[in-house]
């Protein structure tokens, strides 16, 4: 079995800081795209930043030049690192890999974490 476990989402005040963190477990050959989406009531799940195996990055327009994704391969770890937060980017925020394992190549989601920015 196969899972993403995400960890480090909360409450902070504008133009504060929060880094999330989401670790991959279990039987995995490969991962191939990680990355993190987020969600509010109403609205699409919308792509924050994903990054490949080799390292190259894609942002969300919203959030360029304020967040940071990068990935440790030998820990199946992805991380968000969220700088300048807005109450916009208040949201669930979900991390989405493509992994290869005994069960195949599927596209695996985590339980989400909630970010809130307010004062």
């Known amino acids: 079995q196969v899972q993403l476990v995400e960890s480090g989402g909360g409450l902070v005040q504008p133009g504060g800081s929060l880094r999330l963190s989401c670790a991959a477990s279990?039987?995995?050959?490969?991962?191939?795209?990680m990355g993190w989406y987020r969600q509010v009531p109403g609205k699409q799940r919308e792509l924050v930043a994903a990054?490949?195996?080799?390292?190259?990055?894609n942002y969300g327009d919203s959030v360029k030049g304020r967040f940071t994704v990068s990935r440790d391969n030998a820990k199946n770890t992805v991380y968000l690192q969220m700088n300048s937060l807005k109450p916009e980017d208040t949201a669930v925020y979900y991390c989405?890999?493509?992994?290869?394992?005994?069960?195949?190549?599927?596209?695996?989601w985590g339980q989400g974490t909630q970010v809130t920015v307010s004062s």
């Open positions: 279990g039987s995995i050959f490969r991962i191939n795209a």
């Open positions: 989405n890999a493509g992994i290869i394992s005994p069960f195949g190549s599927l596209n695996y």
């Open positions: 990054i490949t195996s080799g390292g190259s990055t």
